[in-house]
């Protein structure tokens, strides 16, 4: 039940990014759906990966490289989902941003699991 409130929550993240910043486009709820679950999976199993081989860059930049690693990897995703897009990096970069700060904030607003 969490899994699908935490999924509902991210789509909706993903429809405010799409709606506020201009660089991200969505083409319908069903699409930024599917957008959503595949940036899930990916964040869950790539970027970890990412992470541990960008050691190095990462303690040298004080973490801020974690930014570059998010922008990518929402870019990638835009890559391979229809009707998801994102311009460039840049604009991967504000929205990967943007969505982390909403899903954080709308995320707050489940209960805790106790």
Same mark, same amino acid.
């Given at each position: ?63 801020? /490289? ?7 990897? /929402? ?8 009707? /998801? ?19 954080? /904030? ?9």
């Amino acid at each position: 039940m969490r899994f699908a409130l935490v999924w509902i929550l991210n789509t909706i993240a993903l429809l405010v990014v799409g709606y506020v910043y201009s660089g991200v486009q969505l083409q319908d709820w069903l699409s930024a759906a599917i957008a959503a679950i595949v940036l899930g999976l990916v964040n869950a199993l790539i970027k970890p990966i990412l992470v541990l081989l960008t050691l190095p860059v990462t303690l040298l930049t004080l973490g801020l /490289f974690l930014l570059v690693i998010n922008a990518l990897l /929402f870019w990638g995703v835009s890559e391979v989902v229809a009707g /998801f897009h994102v311009d460039s990096f840049w604009a991967a970069f504000f929205g990967a941003l943007l969505y982390s700060i909403f899903s954080w /904030f709308l995320s707050k607003m489940l209960p805790d699991r106790r």
